[in-house]
């Protein structure tokens, strides 16, 4: 029983996760973020080598915060088809 909680759980976070990220807000600061790390590369001389790299580890984890959202709504998406499955599978 304890994995039907856990699964419950998973569908759970991943429908908030999904929520979250489609909010006009979200995007709009996902967006933000975005133009900024951009607009900071297109300024950036090509021999400021740290400035560079201070802009890519930003991009990186602009991206990657992103990334765990969406990894919520897949995960979140795969327990709500194995709860279905397994009360599919009770009914028989």
Known sequence: MKETVDLNEEMRRGQ???RILESPLMQDVRQK???R???AFQKASA?????LQKIKVLDTLTKQFFEEFAKCVQTG???????????????R
Not at 47 to 51: W, Y
Not at 85 to 91: D, L, Y
């Open 16 to 18: 908030e996760a999904k």
């Open 33 to 35: 973020f975005l133009n």
């Open 37 to 39: 790390t951009f607009q």
């Open 47 to 51: 021999d400021d080598v740290e400035g």
């Open 77 to 91: 998406h795969l327990a709500a088809i194995e709860i279905d499955k397994q009360k599919r599978t009770q009914r």
